[in-house]
């Protein structure tokens, strides 16, 4: 998963890095809030890690422009010395778990795979099968079975589809699925990820009537919604956040 730690101390955020990078996690590391909120302009995270104190702002005010802008995304506080009155006002704020500094490796990894699950954006290992709605996806085969058709995608188009339903209504930045579905490579213009997006919306015929609408966000990436029937013309389908980007 790709996990923001907001982490003014340099020595613990290199720990807390290496312990996110053995788990399987990506981490990018910030010293302060402000250039992580610049950033979520551009870039979405499935997690953020932030110290109490964020270099820049307390930890609730990063919570709340957190939320501002990307609505919905996991939070855990680090606390240096917790006391109970400090983790039930972090609580209030919007936090969705509290761990002491120094951390514990086992510990904090079994709480961000706990909270990741329970947000719903972590995909148990070796699971050859996902189901969304009616939307099946077989790793073994790389198809998706919908509605008795089945679709063949390229490992491409599947890795990027099965992305896209694992963030269902959260907008993903391009950055995401570069470093998700081309494994960072820097070689990949940004028009291959819209063929790519535009295949995947022509062969999972992802369209209002059959319950999903796959959005493109100007400058920023894309965004799968489900479309409930009484939305189906289109009139009640809830947009992404116009601070994040603008439809196209």
Same mark, same amino acid.
């Given at each position: 998963?790709?996990?923001?730690?907001?982490?003014?101390?340099?020595? $613990?955020?290199?720990?807390?890095?290496?312990?996110?990078?053995?788990?399987?996690?990506? !981490?990018?590391?910030?010293?302060?809030?402000?250039?992580?909120?610049?950033?979520?302009? #551009?870039?979405?995270?499935?997690? &953020?890690?932030?110290?109490?104190? =964020?270099?820049? &702002?307390? =930890?609730?005010?990063?919570?709340?422009?957190?939320?501002?802008?990307?609505?919905?995304?996991?939070?855990?506080?680090?606390?240096?010395?917790?006391?109970?009155?400090?983790?039930?006002?972090? &609580?209030?704020?919007?936090?969705?778990? !509290?761990?002491?500094?120094?951390?514990?490796?086992?510990?904090?990894?079994?709480?961000?795979? =706990?909270?990741?699950?329970?947000?719903?954006? !972590?995909?148990?290992?070796?699971?050859? $099968?996902?189901?969304?709605?009616?939307?099946?996806?077989?790793?073994? $085969?790389?198809?998706?079975?919908?509605?008795?058709? #089945?679709?063949?995608?390229?490992?491409?188009?599947?890795?990027?589809?099965?992305?896209?339903?694992?963030?269902?209504?959260?907008?993903?930045?391009?950055?995401?699925?570069?470093?998700?579905?081309?494994?960072?490579?820097?070689?990949?213009?940004?028009?291959?990820?819209?063929? $790519?997006?535009?295949?995947?919306?022509?062969?999972?015929?992802?369209?209002?009537?059959?319950?999903?609408? &796959?959005?493109?966000?100007?400058?920023?990436?894309?965004?799968?919604?489900?479309?409930?029937? =009484?939305?189906?013309?289109?009139?009640?389908?809830?947009?992404?956040?116009?601070?994040?980007?603008?439809?196209?």
């Amino acid at each position: 998963m790709r996990i923001a730690l907001i982490e003014p101390d340099l020595r $613990h955020a290199e720990l807390v890095g290496r312990l996110l990078f053995a788990g399987g996690h990506a !981490c990018r590391h910030f010293v302060a809030s402000t250039p992580f909120i610049t950033v979520t302009s #551009n870039e979405s995270f499935d997690l &953020l890690i932030t110290a109490a104190w =964020a270099g820049d &702002l307390p =930890a609730e005010d990063v919570i709340a422009h957190t939320r501002s802008i990307l609505p919905g995304l996991p939070v855990i506080v680090l606390l240096a010395m917790p006391r109970e009155s400090e983790i039930v006002s972090l &609580l209030h704020a919007g936090a969705d778990d !509290c761990l002491a500094k120094p951390v514990r490796g086992p510990e904090m990894l079994a709480r961000v795979d =706990a909270l990741l699950r329970r947000a719903g954006v !972590c995909r148990p290992p070796n699971r050859s $099968h996902d189901s969304f709605g009616d939307y099946v996806f077989d790793t073994a $085969h790389g198809e998706v079975r919908f509605q008795g058709h #089945n679709a063949m995608l390229t490992p491409k188009e599947f890795h990027l589809g099965l992305l896209l339903f694992v963030n269902l209504s959260r907008p993903v930045s391009r950055a995401h699925i570069l470093e998700t579905v081309w494994a960072r490579r820097r070689d990949v213009r940004s028009r291959t990820i819209d063929t $790519h997006a535009s295949r995947l919306r022509t062969k999972l015929q992802l369209r209002p009537e059959n319950g999903y609408s &796959l959005i493109p966000l100007y400058g920023y990436g894309y965004q799968l919604n489900e479309v409930f029937p =009484a939305d189906a013309d289109g009139s009640s389908i809830s947009e992404p956040d116009e601070r994040i980007a603008e439809t196209l």
